[in-house]
């Protein structure tokens, strides 16, 4: 049969795949690829995490069915992070539930709390799962903008204003992918005052709390006063603790909504496997001092990233959290989109990026560089771009130092 099933037809085709499918096969060509496509992380998980779960794995009794809102002693383990991070009283027998990675929490919520016809505040630019995760349950999404300034709570008043139904939700991303913008206490306290005023959901979206550049952590929207009355936090161990393929993440935050949650999962899944969840809480509860690790290496990379992009002519903005920049696309080339140009790269500069038209039609005129290439790799990426833009008769854009002192 030809049919054509429903919620599979509100799914445009994956950005992603279309450049993946380029990369695949230079790779079976045998060529060498610089990967900066996805959010990956390179770095081996910490070795007291490993250690544990090795450990937990030896006991027979850990291999039986979990627990889907997670086990007791990783929602502890939860609370306590909240407490020593944000001073955010967590109960977590209530407000906590454990996820496999913030995607699966953030695709379950959206079927939970969503009825076919709701209307969903999602950015634009955003995270592929912050809208679909909405479009897949039936609701119709609304963009909103993604800078959290003044324009972005006209943007919201908007949003309100000339949506019918009244939107049900507001999905928030900061520090933001793939954007890399960060946000203040004083932000959320509007949009917390908005919401409650009109009676919309808060899910936020925290996942690279821990990941920041400027001695300024990011906040949780969860520090508002009564924030807790309509918002629901998500966070996740890949990035803080080198854990991305371990599937592991947590929600936080408005009792109701974790309920909500938890009653989803425990029909579709047991939990994570138990001694991935004891590990966690070792991550949690254990030395921190692998997390600064983390930083200084992104922090490294970054530096290289945006000194040699600069030098080869392409002028990149320097993030402060995150483990991406946002590149804007040269202007020379901006005729061929970010998919367009993407492509052009993967096949001149053997640079693969993510194209900013996968986050949104407002990404069109950026890529995405992850930071989980060495920096030797990153100073090669480098000199082939700067090839690249040579061979193509473009101009090379002098570093700002280099102007001023002309």
């Known amino acids: 049969m030809d049919q054509e099933f429903h919620r599979i037809k509100r799914l445009p085709p994956y950005v992603f795949a279309e450049v993946n499918e380029l990369k ?15 959010g990956n992380p ?40 909240y407490a020593r991070r944000f001073r955010v009283e967590i109960d977590p027998d209530k407000e906590a539930i454990v996820t496999l990675g913030s995607k699966e929490g953030l695709a379950n919520l959206a079927s939970a709390i969503t009825s076919p016809g709701d209307v969903i505040l999602v950015p634009n630019p955003s995270y592929p799962i912050h809208q679909f995760g909405f479009v897949i349950a039936g609701a119709s999404v609304r963009n909103v903008p993604v800078e959290p300034d003044e324009n972005y709570m006209l943007g919201l008043q908007r949003a309100v204003i000339h949506s ?63 924030a807790k009355d309509i918002a629901v936090e998500f966070t996740s161990m890949s990035k803080t603790y080198s854990m991305p393929g371990w599937r592991i993440g947590f929600a936080a935050g408005n009792p109701r909504l974790i309920e909500s949650l938890a009653r989803i999962k425990s029909y579709l899944d047991y939990g994570a496997f138990t001694p991935i969840q004891v590990a966690s809480t070792t991550a949690l509860n254990g030395p921190q001092e692998c997390v600064e690790e983390m930083r200084k290496l992104y922090r490294e990379r970054r530096d290289v990233l945006i000194n040699s992009m600069s030098i080869a002519g392409w002028q990149i903005p320097s993030p402060t959290s995150t483990m991406f920049a946002w590149a804007p696309v040269p202007p020379d080339f901006l005729n061929l989109g970010s998919v367009g140009f993407s492509k052009l790269l993967l096949k001149e500069a053997k640079v693969a990026v993510a194209p900013g038209l996968a986050f949104g039609e407002h990404g069109d005129g950026h890529v995405r560089i992850s930071l989980v290439e060495n920096q030797q790799r990153i100073r090669q990426a480098a000199r082939n771009v700067k090839a690249m833009f040579l061979h193509s008769g473009v101009e090379v854009e002098k570093p700002p130092s280099q102007k001023a002192s002309q």
């Open 164 to 226: 019918i139904p009244k939107p049900t939700a507001l999905v928030l991303n900061y520090p933001n992918n793939p954007t890399t913008l960060t946000t203040t206490l004083d932000f959320y306290n509007q949009v917390v005052d908005f919401c409650r005023y009109h009676e919309i959901y808060i899910l936020s979206d925290l996942a690279y709390a821990e990941l920041y550049f400027d001695n300024r952590p990011p906040p949780s929207i969860l520090e508002v006063p009564g």
């Open 42 to 81: 390179d770095s081996p998980t910490p070795s007291h995490i490993v250690n544990k779960l090795v450990e937990t794995i030896g006991d027979a009794k850990t291999h039986r069915y979990s627990a889907s809102r997670g086990i007791p002693g990783l929602r502890r383990a939860i609370s306590a992070y």
């Open 24 to 38: 695949a096969r230079a790779r079976t060509n045998g060529e060498d690829i610089i990967d900066f496509g996805m």
